[in-house]
């Protein structure tokens, strides 16, 4: 499978932030990657690791064996409907919030189509993603796309109806905890470290904590509380954090964006209508 990866021709139809990362991401761990938008020369970070950066959607999309499209929901379908002509054939794959894949089917029937919901940490080969695969693709699509999203972290199959609080969880999840990192930095400049050491500080202890809850197998709270010494400085902050709500902040923050993604998906559906 990942020499299947490796010899696939893909495009990337949108280098934004999203879109960007994953052509990153896939470059990095040794794919062939196009992607296009309409100034490559502003976007020099994504050249830089081996994407070839074109500024024609269906060059990109007729070179390639798999299409992703990386465009905001408002444009995904207009884009999907004028590269109709290249996609016969092909598995295609949106990366968009909002877009279901009926509507992908129906712009560009002759497509195997499929949904992935990642994040811009993609850049990094540290996303998490979603794949969900409509009816008309293979088996093999299915097994195609997790090994490809898994080269950029961690990918598992989901069911399209859970995207909405995917996409909250883990596409907008990354700037919500770039608050709270950057939060944690600041306190660290008001306890007296210099502000590179407290943000180099502080993107470390999230880092760790991460890879702990994800190497470990075990819940926050577990691994939360074996730090926790009696009556010691850990516990102090943690009780500061829960007298302030801050983990009720953060829930709430995800079941709002969710709420909001929910509706953005009827609002594309009915503009169509």
Known sequence: MEKDVARTGI??????????????????????????????????????????LISDNAEAARGAEVVMFALKPHLTLGAVREL??????????????????????????????????????AAMNAAFSG????????????????????LLGDAEFTEEGKLDALTALIGSGPAFFLELLEGAAMGGIQAGLPKALAYRGAAAA??????????SG??????????????????????????????????????????????????VAKSLR
Do not use: Y
């Not at 949106?94 to 560009?108: G, K, P, R």
């Not at 999230?206 to 190497?215: F, I, K, S, Y």
């Open 11 to 52: 495009a990337v139809i949108g280098a934004g932030a999203l879109g960007g990362a994953v052509a990153r991401g896939l470059a990095r761990a040794g794919c062939r990657v196009t992607a296009s938008c309409p100034h490559p020369g502003r976007r020099p970070e994504v050249a830089q690791d081996g994407v070839r």
């Open 84 to 121: 109709r002509g290249a996609l016969g054939g092909k598995l295609c794959v949106s990366l968009a919030a909002a877009v279901s894949l009926s509507l992908l089917e129906e712009a560009a029937p002759e497509a195997r189509w499929a949904r992935v919901m990642t994040n811009v940490c």
């Open 131 to 150: 794949v969900v695969v409509a009816n008309g693709c293979a088996p093999e699509d299915g097994e195609w796309l997790r090994a490809t999203f898994s």
């Open 206 to 215: 999230a880092l760790g904590a991460a890879r702990l809850v994800t190497h």
């Open 218 to 267: 075990r819940v926050p709270s577990d691994l939360r509380d074996a730090v926790c010494t009696p009556g010691g400085m850990t516990i102090e902050g943690v009780a500061e954090i829960e007298r302030r709500g801050v983990r009720g902040v953060m829930m709430d923050a995800v079941t709002s964006t969710a709420r909001k993604g929910s509706v953005l998906t009827q609002n």
